[in-house]
């Protein structure tokens, strides 16, 4: 294979990645669009849009590895290929959360009694959803400042979070528990989802500059006790 | 034959900066300063000021035509046997220079040894190829245990250790290229210089070959020319990167194939030259 063939399928490769995000970020924006009266065939809708980006995740995958394989790439070619990997994967994971965040308001629709649900969940879905857009803007641009800058704003996402657990504690004595839980698992998957994006940067500064940025590992989270798929 | 002026100049190294790694003295076994080589007045590889750091394998790339072999072959003097080839600059080897009149280029080669691209044992026995250095040095100690500890260091011993009589020429291409390591390694040489050793092999006794660069450096300094990039990244510590007798970007392995500083060798490395 010629070496402009490598340079036509690095470039077939990065465009589907790119038709991905974009699918990956409109799911995450219908799942959290369903809010707190939806039915299961709207939850359903959001399991399907999942399966196709996990179809999507193989395919990238699998042209990855090949060309990987194929052409042996050093340098930029070899640090997009293991860029566009990472991202894959953390898109692939994106999606699963669209998939929690839809359940969780499907499980919520379904309780009668249930809480009001606090600005901070808004806001978490704003600011996640708009670090992600910005991390795969990063990523098509190239621009390592917005890249890096993105995850800058992951502590707020972390402070609304705690903020969105205590209040839904509180609610716990006045309202259903188990509903109140659904909005607390609603929050930390869109918290997980801003961890992501914060990934996504970081790979996306690498790709660019050829240094990492990453802090360590990042907390994991404690076990859920309701059904998610992680 | 050669002759040499040495440059006063500040050299283009100098001037790149990080793109060329610096050792210290200590560090460094083999040091060019302003090291250029002529053929016939047309240069071939010039001001090229570079370290070769003790028990590490540093690995030449370049296009073909770059003169990363001439710079090699000025290593040990190779290029003296070439008529009209000229060096100026210096290539200093323990703080000595390799081309002041009162140095043997006999006794640069013993200590400065050579693999080539094609193997070339003698046409003689596997014992005669690897005892030939040690005899006409003059070596008094036991030829058979240098020899045996020879063919054990280059991985070979196990396989013909019962044919040590057998002629060479009987050899398979990997194992012919071991037994010229092994008659390299005899002479007890400090430092290892391999022109393209694995070009001709196949891809199991490439394997064997790079395997054994990476024992070897334990007790030898490495040099190799390679076109096989793959090569390069998987077995030496540092890389540099030559284009048109110029030295480009000098660093560690890991890093230059990574993430390089500069765009010639991006390009270089990524396929995109011309």
Redesign the interface.
Known sequence: MS?RT?AERLDELTEQLHTMSHDVETLVGRAFALGESCDEAAVQAIRDGDHAIDEAEMQIEESTIELLALH????????VLVTVLKINNDLERIGDHAVNIAEAFGRLSRRHQRPPLPPELDEMARVSRGMLRDSLDAFVAGDAELAREVGRRDDRVDRLHESLVRVMLTHMQEYNISACLQVILIGRNLERIADLATNIGEDVFYMVQ??TIRHGSRDAGESEVVEERS | MTERTSGQQPTAAEERGDSIIQFPASETVLTTESLGVLYDGTSAVEDITLGIPRNRVVAFIGPSGCGKSTLLRAFNRMNDLIPGARVVGRALYHGKDLYDPDVDPVEVRRRIGMVFQKPNPFPKSIYDNVAFGLRINGYQGSIEERVERSLRAAALWDEVKHRLRESALGLSGGQQQRLCIARALAVQPEILLMDEPASALDPIATSRIEDLIDELKRDYTIVIVTHNMQQAARVSDYTAFLYLGKLIEYGETDRLFTNPKEERTEQYITGRFG
């Open positions: 070496h490598f042996q790439p050093m340098a930029t070619d070899l640090r050829g240094r």
